[in-house]
């Protein structure tokens, strides 16, 4: 799924952010990246959407080679990737179901069999009852899980969450992990999160990564 | 109300742009109808000892017509002051007048190069252009074709600085939704379907709203202008192209603003 290969990130060209990174995440897994502050957590997962370009070596993304990919080929990567962060980042003049339908409208899903997953999503983030509400009307718990929502209704084979609990309360956060993990456990997704802090007790495999002074590596 | 402003911003100096192009089209149409009137009823007169040789071309305008003057024709009118052994003599002695007609209406300079040309050719004796009740009203139309045309290209560079602001303007305030949209693997075109729906929509009333004007102003163009101009103003089936013309320049306009900016845009 994920394959890095001695890569190194950078901002500006000169400070590496990553360096020499060379890691291999398989389909079906569920991985959290996680390091202090500052460290590089967030950049590496930009890297995956391409939303950071790979300074030096290889990093394929379902067997696509981001670091030679075109603006057009990481438009056709991005579609078929699921993205949670940590501000929502949901289109404030759409509704909640106009937000979920995005992804469905960019893969050109028919717009009945797109409104019927929108329907059945809603169902499931338990939001049923917001559908024609905007982002500002919402909750920041009710945004990040039609913002899960969204990240779900295309089938995507990878999921990427950049701190996707970071805003939200005790409460929240647990049914954001919960749809997280239902994601990799019942559909088979492969789920990459960056977070701070792993929840005591999650009950389903995972590996972790840590990234110190711009080291990747597994840890135990 | 944003949809509004933003259709406004779009609208009027499209609507600016597209009546300085059709005034601009009119007076050019305007010049070359007087100018056919005029080269049909202009002529040049050249007075010659000897028969005048057949010419095709001269100043590189060609020659339409070369009309002889017939001598009893200019001898007519004083054929009674004159005792009938003068009036022989008269016949005898009198050269040529010959009556050029050209394909077209020649400038200062062409006249001048025609009166120098005709000078040049032997026995001719006196050449007359008859240029100046012409070239004034000539000028004064080419001077005010001109004008016209330095002020659509104004009124086209600043319609270009304003559609080209008011795009500026959407994707700074889009900024967020066109990323999000990229996130999702959207283009920069899909998330620009709003700005493109309010360019689409500006377009098409401005040419609607100039079709319009413009035909109220054809129908009524007696009540408007001068009779002796209305003759020199075109029908409006003699428009077709430059109706076509207008047309394209109002989704040309939208068209390469909006491109050039995208490609800026990615670019950044």
Not at chain 2, 71 to 81: C, E, H, T, V
Not at chain 2, 105 to 117: A, G, N, S
Not at chain 2, 185 to 196: C, D, F, N, V, W
Request: glycine share 4%; net charge positive.
């Amino acid at each position: 799924m994920i394959l890095a290969t001695n890569i190194t990130l950078s901002y500006d060209g000169k400070k590496n952010i990553i360096e020499n990174g060379s890691f291999h995440i398989k389909e079906k897994e569920f991985i959290f990246i996680s390091g202090s502050s500052g460290s590089g957590k967030s950049t590496l997962l930009k890297s995956f959407y391409g939303e950071l370009g790979v300074k030096k070596g290889h990093l394929l993304i379902n067997k696509m080679d981001i670091s030679k990919a075109n603006s057009t080929k990481l438009l056709t990567l991005r579609k078929n990737i699921g993205i949670v962060f940590q501000d929502y980042k949901l289109i404030k003049e759409y509704t909640v179901e106009e937000n979920i339908m995005l992804p469905l409208e960019l893969k050109g899903y028919d717009e009945r069999i797109s409104k019927k997953q929108v329907k059945n999503l809603l169902n499931h983030v338990q939001l049923a009852h917001k559908a024609n509400a905007y982002p500002a009307e919402l909750s920041g718990g009710e945004q990040q899980r039609v913002a899960m929502a969204r990240a779900l209704a295309h089938n995507p084979s990878l999921i990427l969450a950049d701190e996707p609990t970071g805003n939200l309360d005790e409460y929240s956060a647990n049914v954001i992990w919960k749809l997280l993990r239902d994601a990799n456990e019942y559909l088979g997704i492969t789920v990459v999160v960056v977070t701070h802090t792993i929840p005591k007790g999650f009950p389903i495999k995972y590996r972790r990564f840590n990234i110190d002074d711009g080291v990747v590596y597994e840890a135990s | 109300m944003k949809h509004l402003k933003s259709f406004v911003s779009f609208t009027a100096p499209m609507v600016i742009m597209l009546i300085t192009f059709c005034i601009y089209l009119l007076i050019n149409k305007v010049v070359v109808n007087y100018k056919q009137n005029i080269t049909n009823d202009y002529s040049i007169i050249v007075v010659s000892n000897t028969p005048f040789s057949k010419i095709n071309n001269i100043a590189d305008i060609k020659i339409k017509n070369i009309k002889i003057l017939e001598r009893k024709d200019i001898i007519k009118d004083i054929k009674g002051k004159l005792s009938e052994s003068s009036l022989k003599l008269l016949n005898e002695k009198l050269p040529y007048f010959y009556q050029i007609y050209l394909e077209e209406f020649p400038t200062t300079y062409k006249l001048d190069q025609i009166k120098e040309e005709l000078s040049n050719i032997s026995n001719v004796k006196r050449v007359e252009t008859f240029s100046n009740n012409h070239n004034k009203i000539y000028s004064l139309l080419l001077l005010i074709q001109n004008i016209i045309m330095v002020l659509f290209i104004l009124m086209l560079m600043l319609s270009f600085l304003l559609i080209s602001k008011q795009i500026k303007i959407w994707f700074f305030e889009q900024s967020e939704r066109i990323s999000i949209i990229q996130f999702h693997g959207g283009s920069l075109l899909y998330s620009s379907k709003p700005i493109i729906k309010v360019m689409a929509f500006s377009t098409l009333f401005s040419i609607v709203f100039i079709g319009l004007i413009s035909y109220i102003t054809f129908i009524n163009i007696n009540l408007l202008v001068k009779p002796e101009i209305v003759t020199l103003i075109p029908k409006l089936n003699d428009m077709q192209f430059d109706i076509l013309k207008v047309i394209l320049l109002a989704f040309i306009i939208p068209l390469i603003t909006f491109f050039g900016l995208s490609v800026q845009h990615k670019i950044k």
